[in-house]
């Protein structure tokens, strides 16, 4: 079964940081993979997809990038934070046999 | 572009009563994928319930079911028996099949309490 690690947990970080959530697929090869952003209270917004390595498609013009480098692993990347990247960020994964994507648990970013 | 509305920000059951949480979606598309996602107070995102658009008969798991009306773009979530587990933060979520991107399309989400 698949499963997914997200790293670190919980992050408080100044404006104007650097930024690297780190996340990791076991259980399955080739995933597609998501990054969503939630902020307090919301809906998801879905930042990033991959379909393979090395292949990132941006929903929306931000203050964040993502890169691939490994088949299973999905990395969110900032320069310099803003107050406004502050969130819950969640990676995911489709999960073919259900057409479903599968979560997980969360990065909570606070951005002081 | 895909749109998907929970009008109702917040509701609330009696333990072992049963509760419909509304969505509604706008697509062009005939074919597609709804579901229903929870999310406890961990903020982990979990499955409930999906239905595949070409199926007519809604899909049903345990107390979890749904009333799909295609033709009125309506997709609400029937728990029944409550239960003081089931509040959270429910997401209505489309997903379409063209394209290689299966991205999720997500309502803005409806709290749901449960009283004992």
């Known amino acids: 079964s698949q499963t997914i690690h997200q790293w670190p947990a919980t992050l408080v970080q100044p404006v104007g940081s650097p930024l690297s959530l780190e996340c990791t697929v076991e259980g399955t090869s080739n995933p597609n993979l998501y990054w969503y952003r939630q902020a307090a209270g919301r809906g998801l917004q879905l930042l990033f997809y991959s379909v393979g390595i090395g292949q990132i498609s941006s929903e929306v013009p931000q203050n964040l990038s993502a890169s691939r480098p490994q088949d299973r692993q999905f990395i969110l990347s900032s320069k310099k934070l803003l107050l406004s990247d502050s969130g819950f960020y969640l990676c995911a994964c489709l999960r073919d046999r259900w057409n479903e994507q599968f979560f997980g648990p969360g990065t909570r970013l606070t951005v002081l | 572009a895909q749109t998907v509305t929970q009008s109702q920000p917040e509701m609330s059951v009696q333990e072992a009563e049963t509760v419909t949480l509304s969505c509604t979606y706008d697509?062009?598309?005939?074919?597609?994928?709804l579901f229903w996602y929870k999310q406890p107070p961990s903020r982990q995102m979990i499955l409930v319930i999906r239905?595949?658009?070409?199926?007519?008969q809604n899909a049903t798991e345990n107390r979890f079911s749904v009333n799909f009306q295609k033709a009125a773009k309506s997709f609400s979530l029937k728990i029944s028996d409550s239960q003081l587990g089931d509040a959270a933060m429910y997401f209505c979520?489309?997903?379409?099949?063209?394209?290689?991107?299966?991205?999720?399309?997500f309502g803005k989400g409806i709290t749901l309490s449960v009283r004992p």
């Open positions: 979520a489309y997903r379409g099949l063209t394209g290689a991107n299966s991205k999720l399309t």
């Open positions: 697509t062009s598309e005939s074919d597609y994928y």
């Open positions: 239905q595949e658009a070409y199926k007519q």
